[in-house]
C-alpha cells in the first residue's frame, strides 16, 4: 500500500471536509463580530482627592501658652470642637480693671454733665468700694471747681457794684456841678453888669470868671466819665457771664473727651469677653486635623501665628486630575466617569461613579515637564455610600476613567495599519 493510501484510511474525506467548514465558519462569525462588536472608548487620568472647599488655616488673635492639645494629626473633628487651650498670660485684657475705670468715667461724666447745664450732677448707683473712692473724689472736685468759680464771680460781682457807685457818684457830682454851674452863670452875668457900671471891683470879677471856668471845665470831664463808668460796670458784668460760661464750656470739652473714652472701653469690655472664649481654640467646620505647628504643652504661640489646619469633609468627593491634551478634544464637562482608589483594590471594593464638573482653559506644565489640563471631578454619591463604606480622605490618590465613546473592534485592529499607511515611508 503506497503512501497516499495510508493518508487517505487514516484521514477519511468527510472529516475533512467538516473541519473545513467549520475554520469557514470560524472566520465568518469573527468578521461579523469584529465588524459589528463595539468597545468602550476610556481616557485613563491620575488625580488626587481633595477637599471641596479650602483648607482653612487655624490662627489665634492674641497668643498665649499651650495649656491643653485636645486632638491629633489626622484627628476627625465637628464644627465648634475643641482643638487647643491657650493660657493669654500678659495678652489678656484686665476686664475687672476696664469695668473699674468704666464706672469711674461714668462717675466722671455725671459730674460734668451737671456742671455743663448748671445743674447738680446726679452721680450713678454704685456699691464697689473701690469705686466708691472715685465717686467721692469727683464730689470733691466738683465742690472744688464750684467754689472756685463762685469766688470768682464773688469778686467781680464786688467790682461790678463799685463801678456802680463810682457811675452814681459821678452823676451827683455832675448834677452838682451843673447847679453851681447855673449859680456861677448867674453871679458872673451880675457881677459883669456891675463892673460895667465900676460898682464892683475888678478882681472879684475875675475871681468869678475862674470859678465859672473851673466849674465849666469839671462839667465837660463829668459827662464822658459817666459813660465809662457804665461801660466799666458793663465789662465786669460781661466777665461774670464769661466765667460762668468758660465753667460750663470746660465741663462740655472735657465731656465730649470722657465720651470718646467710655466708647473705648466698652469695645475694650466687647473684646475682653469676646477674648474669654477665644482662649479656647475651635474648629470653624467639620473636617480632618492637619499640620500642627506646635504639639508641647507650654509652648508659645505667637499672635496671629497658624496654630493647625483643618482639611473640610463634605458630603461630595472632589478629585483633580491631570488630563492628556491629545484627549482633550474627546472629554467635555458633564461627561460620566469612574473613579477608582488606588488604596482599595477595584474588583473588591469597586469604585465611584462621578462626573466632570471643570476643565482648566488653559494647559499646565507640571515639574516633571508634562504638559495637562487640570480637571476636576465631582462624586455623585455621598463618601461612605461607596466602596462599602471605607475611608475616604484628602491626599488619597486616584485613577479616573473618562467615557469618550465608543468603537467596533475592527477599527481597533485596522487602525495600527491605517496609521502606519499614512504615517510611514515619508522621510527625505
Known amino acids: 500500500m503506497n503512501r497516499f493510501s495510508k493518508l487517505e484510511q487514516k484521514y477519511p474525506l468527510p472529516a475533512w ?53 485636645h486632638v491629633r494629626e489626622g484627628s476627625l473633628v465637628k464644627a465648634g470642637d475643641p482643638l487647643m487651650h491657650l493660657d493669654l498670660a500678659i495678652n489678656a485684657i484686665n476686664e475687672e480693671g476696664l469695668e473699674i475705670q468704666l464706672a469711674g468715667l461714668q462717675i466722671k461724666r455725671a459730674r460734668l454733665i451737671g456742671e455743663s447745664e448748671g445743674k447738680a450732677p446726679v452721680y450713678p448707683v454704685v456699691s464697689r468700694t473701690d469705686v466708691l473712692a472715685v465717686l467721692e473724689a469727683e464730689k470733691r472736685v466738683h465742690k472744688a471747681r ?63 470868671e475862674m470859678e465859672l471856668t473851673r466849674m465849666t471845665g469839671e462839667q465837660k470831664i463829668l459827662r464822658p466819665a459817666i459813660p465809662r463808668a457804665k461801660a466799666a460796670a458793663s465789662e465786669v458784668r460781661e466777665r461774670i457771664k464769661e466765667e460762668k460760661l468758660n465753667f460750663k464750656r470746660e465741663a462740655q470739652e472735657e465731656l465730649s473727651q ?19 472664649t477665644r482662649t479656647t481654640i475651635r474648629s470653624p467646620i467639620d473636617g480632618i486635623v492637619k499640620n500642627i505647628r506646635n504639639n508641647t504643652i507650654g509652648g508659645i504661640v505667637r499672635p496671629s501665628e497658624a496654630v493647625m489646619d483643618i482639611v473640610p469633609s463634605s458630603d461630595k468627593l472632589v478629585i483633580e486630575a491631570k488630563l492628556n491634551p491629545s484627549d482633550r478634544g474627546f472629554v467635555q464637562v458633564g461627561q460620566a466617569v469612574t473613579i477608582k482608589l488606588t488604596a482599595y483594590d477595584f474588583f473588591t471594593y469597586g469604585g465611584l ?54 468603537k467596533p473592534v475592527l477599527q481597533y485592529l485596522l487602525q495600527p495599519v491605517l496609521r502606519l499607511r499614512h504615517e510611514s515611508f515619508r522621510e527625505r
Do not use: Y
Request: aromatic share 4%; proline share 2%.
Open 17 to 69: 471536509r467538516i473541519f473545513g467548514w467549520l475554520i469557514v465558519t470560524l472566520i465568518i462569525a469573527f468578521g461579523v463580530w469584529v465588524n459589528f462588536a463595539e468597545l468602550e472608548e476610556v481616557a485613563v487620568l491620575s488625580g488626587e482627592v481633595v477637599p471641596q472647599d479650602q483648607v482653612k488655616v487655624i490662627q489665634h488673635l492674641e497668643g498665649g501658652i499651650i495649656k491643653q492639645i
Open 146 to 208: 464750684k467754689e472756685q468759680v463762685l469766688a470768682k464771680v464773688r469778686i467781680l460781682a464786688e467790682k461790678e457794684k463799685q463801678k456802680k457807685l463810682d457811675v452814681d457818684q459821678l452823676k451827683i457830682k455832675l448834677t452838682a456841678i451843673t447847679s453851681d454851674l447855673e449859680v456861677s452863670q448867674r453871679k458872673f452875668t451880675m457881677s459883669k453888669e456891675l463892673l460895667a457900671a465900676n460898682l464892683t471891683p475888678k478882681i472879684e470879677h475875675l475871681q468869678l
Open 258 to 276: 470722657i465720651e470718646i473714652e467710655i466708647a473705648r472701653l466698652n469695645e475694650l469690655l466687647v473684646t475682653a469677653g469676646d477674648q474669654v
Open 353 to 406: 461613579k462621578g462626573k466632570i464638573a471643570n476643565i482648566a482653559a488653559d494647559s499646565t506644565s507640571g515639574d516633571d515637564g508634562q504638559t495637562f489640563f487640570k480637571l476636576v471631578v465631582e462624586t455623585e454619591q455621598e463618601e461612605d455610600a461607596g466602596l462599602n463604606g471605607m475611608l475616604i480622605t484628602p491626599g488619597m490618590q486616584a485613577l479616573v476613567d473618562v467615557h469618550t465613546g465608543k
